[in-house]
């Protein structure tokens, strides 16, 4: 089951957004996917590509809708024990169910993330035949690979968060606190990036008051931090307990091996 919680389908964002739910809806095997929101277009976005639509999503004060409660409608509505949040800006491969599936058959609770790779692209994609194979060469060849702090998606099974707190979505903070329970809850936390192109669409930040200084240092991002309590709760893909390359599920090692490693060399 795949959800997300799109932005208003208009313009810019709105071309992106439908390049992106068309990519997992050739996804195989096929996936369940769950559009969140009732902001302008949701509604016929899932109509039109078959997708379930949730529109009711708790908000903060600000009208920023709420991780937890996304969170919680998928796990509760979703057919599938083996979930998945995407942002609604990112195209996914064949590469990446595969490597999901990989990951789901380690034997241990598992959570499956990655880099994404931002790409400029302003039209609608086209899916005809060998579109991925295309779009996969000029991405590696043109696109930026970001950096360790930014986490969109993440592949878990059912029930391993636990009680996530209230934070905004789209505001700093959310992504790596969920990577820091997946440690704390002793789930293995799997890094796909060696196996895996996943493609942010470049955009702006005009759908959000203040743009990227109202994502990173806007009062919504404070309470983020708040409640993840504090920056120590705050991990990024190098805090990764494995990686997956095409030759299989690697142990990697974590923040405090690492820099026992850095003092030895």
Do not use: M
Request: aromatic share 10%.
């Amino acid at each position: 089951t795949i959800f997300t919680i799109p932005r208003p389908f208009a313009g810019h964002i709105g071309v992106i957004q439908r390049n992106a739910i068309q990519s997992w809806t050739r996804l195989k095997p096929a996936c369940e996917i769950l559009l969140l929101g009732d902001d302008e277009g949701v509604a016929e976005a899932a109509r039109e590509f078959g997708c379930t639509h949730l529109p009711r999503v708790a908000r903060s004060d600000y009208g920023t809708p709420l991780v937890n409660d996304l969170f919680a409608q998928a796990q509760a509505q979703g057919r599938h024990a083996l979930q998945c949040y995407v942002n609604a800006d990112i195209l996914l491969l064949s590469d990446f169910a595969r490597a999901v599936e990989r990951v789901a058959q380690c034997g241990a609770p598992a959570v499956a993330v990655g880099h994404r790779w931002d790409f400029d692209l302003k039209e609608p994609l086209s899916f005809a035949e060998g579109w991925e194979e295309r779009l996969r060469v000029e991405v590696l060849a043109k696109g930026v690979k970001q950096r360790d702090w930014l986490v969109d998606y993440f592949c878990f099974p059912r029930g391993v968060w636990g009680e996530i707190p209230a934070f905004a979505i789209g505001r700093t903070v959310w992504d790596n606190w969920l990577l820091y329970r997946a440690r704390s809850a002793g789930a293995l936390l799997v890094d796909v990036t060696p196996v895996v192109v996943a493609v942010h669409q470049n955009h702006d930040y005009g759908h959000i008051q203040h743009g990227a200084q109202g994502v990173y240092k806007g009062p919504e991002a404070v309470k983020n931090l708040e409640l993840a309590g504090g920056e120590e709760h705050c991990f990024s893909l190098k805090d990764a307990t494995h990686v997956l390359t095409a030759g299989g599920l690697h142990r990697a090692l974590d923040r405090e091996q690492f820099r026992r490693y850095l003092s030895r060399i």
